[in-house]
């Protein structure tokens, strides 16, 4: 039991498990966002937001790729709707709390010869064994 208590307490686990359980809501909240707001915003626009009535046929063969239709829609809104409201909002607010910081001091550099990443303090070049200055 200890080694399991170990391995549930490890902190990758318990961060994804906590993803996971944010994700799973989020989910339910974007899905009622694009339910509420955008596909009756598409129905006023183009009249229905359902394509699933969409299908043709070979050879008597029924192809219904209106529900694939609808589900790249949905996929294309619900990812929107994540970028424009989420992303963005995020990004602008982490870019705001970075803004006074200093980046750190660098701690490779490249060899003039090869082009590969090597140490600071390196004299030689680990990759091309040329003198690095």
Not at 23 to 49: E, R, W
Not at 66 to 79: D, K, Q, R
């Amino acid at each position: 039991m200890k080694g399991f208590r170990t391995f549930i307490m490890r902190g990758n686990v318990v961060d994804l498990a906590v993803g996971v359980v944010i994700g799973t809501v989020f989910g339910a909240v974007v899905k009622g966002l694009v339910d509420s707001l955008i596909n009756p915003f598409i129905a006023l626009l183009f009249g229905k937001p359902d394509f699933s009535k969409i299908k043709f046929d070979i050879a008597g063969t029924e192809f219904p790729i209106g529900n694939f239709i609808t589900a790249l829609v949905m996929f294309l809104l619900t990812s929107a709707a994540i970028y424009f409201f989420v992303v963005l909002p995020l990004n602008a607010f982490t870019a705001r709390l970075k803004r006074g910081e200093v980046p750190p001091d660098p701690t490779t550099k490249k060899c003039p010869e090869c082009l590969s990443e090597i140490p600071i303090a390196a004299h030689k070049c680990a990759f091309c064994t040329s003198v690095v200055a």
